[in-house]
């Protein structure tokens, strides 16, 4: 499939954690969080940006503050993307604070066109996230590169740790491959379809390639999607690379739980929610209770 600016997002992200200088990796402790703006915001632009993040003049001193720039974006992007797609500026932003234990990840967008709030909690938790407010936002409508490196340096910096190559790669693979998908099957339909998956895959310990088709295949019948015989190929690929990773059970109960609690706030109808719904949320069930008991 034809790669789409969403590319962009997790490739800066996936290269640019593991090189984060150890500055990052000492931030004080006693700050409420982390804010990485784009490093080429105008002044009225990184107004606009922090009512977004809803962060006062007044109350920055709270915060570690950073900035992605963009040619960072171009070291490490350029080899996947075409110069004209990655762009000129770095605008996107993103305010990262430490959740309450359980709590999962949260995530809000906004002005983030190319990737659903849905998108980003998946592959962060992939990428290691555990319990993390993350905000992303823009001065206007733009893709969010900038705001995704941001946001994996500010984990690095808040939870004192740094991602091994095998993690960072499995995430960065995730969240393409799921903007991907989102192109021919919806960006909601896609976020819950690579969820429940890995999910499944994880939580049945399926490691032959023929049990996670199985999973793949039963998992897009019970989301309402159709998936061509690459789509899942690419699936394939990724649940085998991602069931590989030492993904612990309580960062994918968070992940699930937030997937869980997106769909039960969807608008839908009766008949789709006695279908899809009900049979995620019965999947996640059953999942929480074989883990956790």
Request: contains cysteine; negative net charge.
């Amino acid at each position: 499939m034809k790669k789409s600016l969403l590319s962009v997002l997790v490739a800066t992200a996936v290269l640019l954690l593991s090189l984060a200088p150890a500055s990052y990796v000492s931030a004080d402790a006693a700050k409420k969080g982390y804010i990485s703006f784009g490093a080429d915001l105008k002044d009225e632009e990184k107004q606009e940006v922090m009512k977004c993040l809803q962060v006062a003049p007044a109350t920055m001193a709270q915060y570690t503050e950073d900035t992605v720039t963009n040619e960072e974006e171009h070291k490490y992007l350029d080899s996947y993307l075409d110069q004209s797609v990655i762009g000129t500026r770095a605008l996107s932003s993103v305010k990262v604070e430490p959740g309450d234990a359980g709590t999962g990840i949260r995530v809000e967008t906004y002005n983030i066109t190319f990737c659903t709030a849905e998108m980003y909690t998946n592959a962060l938790a992939t990428a290691g996230f555990t319990d993390a407010k993350v905000v992303v936002a823009g001065p206007f409508e733009i893709s969010g590169t900038a705001a995704l490196v941001g946001s994996m340096k500010a984990y690095s910096a808040l939870k004192h740790v740094d991602l091994d190559e095998t993690t960072l790669d499995a995430a960065n693979n995730e969240l393409v491959l799921t903007g991907e998908l989102g192109e021919s099957i919806g960006k909601n339909e896609a976020a819950q379809l690579v969820a429940l998956v890995k999910n499944r895959v994880i939580s049945g310990n399926l490691s032959s390639e023929e049990d996670i088709k199985k999973a793949i295949k039963d998992a897009a019948s019970e989301v309402g999607v159709n998936l061509d015989d690459t789509q899942v190929q690419e699936l394939t690929a990724l649940m085998t690379k991602i069931k590989g990773l030492n993904l612990d059970a309580e960062a994918i109960k968070n992940q699930a739980k937030g997937i869980y609690d997106k769909l039960k706030s969807m608008d839908i109808d009766p008949d789709k929610a006695r279908g899809f719904f009900g049979k995620i949320g019965l999947f996640f069930k059953n999942l929480w209770k074989k883990i956790f008991g």
